[in-house]
């Protein structure tokens, strides 16, 4: 008697369907959200910056032929006075581009940044070049550009390489960086 | 006398019957259908995020923040090989150690392609954005320059003078 009684009792009990309503509502609403958030995680994007770098062009005399005759003319040019910098594992070094080519075996015109434990010194570095920028400009009047040719040894990791260009586009006299192969 | 009654015919009553009576679940699957169907037209259907799939792991530094670019490409160390895949699913692979640019071939033609038809749609437009005359490299934290140089020379060879590598600025909340 005492069990029908108990077996009654849950049966009465689980046969009032009062909160299923609001139960399935709920569920459905958690369902909804998750997806929601799973989807989002699918296609919405953080936010992404970028580091710019350029490849210079060499320029060609096209005529435009229509009403405007438009014509483009360079906004800098490469010179063997341009600064460059090569980047090893033990230095930044440093000087014009005709230092490390035409005048390769001189040593007067190419200066040295050791890094410092492995790190380098690319905030000493941006502040020496503007110092020589401008000893150049009034000393040899060699005008400034500001324009940067940047030769990375082939061992360098890329992010270092990236933060160099990031450091100096951030200036306001060495602020296009062009990323080179190598010199000849 | 009672009728006779087939075995079908009592089925068929009590699938009336069952067919008739209320149900209490009745709204919800359509709804729960409904609900599924407006979000993957909302997210999914739209548009995923052309970094799907891309093995890239990019550096987290502060730069300037930059559309995503017409012309995009991941580039990744996977194994002894150089992966690049760009943002239409192509992917191009050569080896860490190459010495000519014959196997950058494919990748300098897809470049090539992909500017003609930015220059195609700025020209018919009569117009261009500044996101249409970069080229924009997500590129490997794990890389080094040496793997890099072959990507410039095929920008090079693909008329490309303007390019940048983008990384991801950390920002409070994206959600």
Redesign the interface.
């Given at each position: 008697m005492m069990y029908q009684s108990k077996i009654l009792k849950t049966k009465k009990r689980l046969s009032d369907d009062s909160q299923a309503i609001s139960v399935v509502i709920l569920a459905v609403a958690s369902l909804l959200t998750i997806l929601g958030y799973g989807f989002r995680a699918v296609t919405v994007e953080s936010s992404y910056g970028i580091i710019p770098a350029e490849i210079p062009v060499i320029q060609s005399d096209i005529k435009d032929p229509s009403f405007h005759k438009f014509v483009e003319t360079p906004s800098a040019t490469l010179s063997k006075f341009t600064p460059a910098i090569l980047l090893t594992t033990e230095a930044f070094y440093f000087g014009d581009i005709a230092a490390f080519t035409t005048k390769f075996g001189e040593s007067k015109d190419k200066y040295l940044l050791r890094h410092v434990d492995g790190e380098p010194q690319l905030f000493n570095l941006i502040e020496i070049m503007q110092k020589w920028l401008e000893a150049r400009a009034k000393d040899e009047n060699i005008p400034k550009q500001n324009l940067l040719v940047f030769v990375p040894s082939g061992d360098i990791p890329l992010p270092i390489v990236m933060q160099v260009i990031a450091g100096f586009h951030k200036t306001s006299s060495l602020n296009r960086v062009i990323l080179a192969g190598g010199f000849l | 006398m009672p009728r006779q009654t087939t075995d079908w015919q009592d089925y068929y009553r009590e699938t009336i019957n069952r067919l008739r009576s209320p149900l209490?679940?009745y709204p919800?699957p359509a709804?729960?259908s409904f609900?599924?169907a407006i979000?993957?037209l909302?997210?999914?259907a739209?548009?995923?995020?052309r970094?799907?799939g891309h093995p890239t792991s990019?550096?987290n530094?502060?730069?300037?923040?930059?559309q995503?670019?017409a012309i995009w490409f991941s580039v990744t160390p996977i194994n002894d090989e150089v992966v690049v895949a760009t943002a239409n699913r192509q992917v191009f692979r050569w080896p860490q150690n190459i010495r000519n640019i014959e196997p950058l071939g494919p990748f300098i033609a897809w470049l090539k392609e992909a500017t003609y038809q930015e220059i195609e749609a700025a020209a018919l437009l009569n117009r261009i954005e500044k996101k249409q005359t970069?080229a924009?490299i997500a590129?490997?934290?794990?890389?080094?320059?040496?793997?890099?140089?072959p990507v410039?020379?095929a920008?090079?060879q693909a008329n490309?003078?303007?390019?940048?590598?983008?990384?991801?600025?950390?920002?409070k909340s994206?959600?």
């Open positions: - | 209490p679940w919800f709804l729960i609900g599924l979000l993957l909302a997210h999914v739209v548009s995923t995020s970094r799907m990019l550096l530094f502060p730069s300037t923040h930059h995503a670019g970069i924009v590129a490997d934290q794990t890389l080094k320059y040496s793997h890099l140089r410039l020379y920008l090079a490309v003078s303007k390019y940048g590598f983008e990384t991801i600025v950390a920002n994206n959600f």
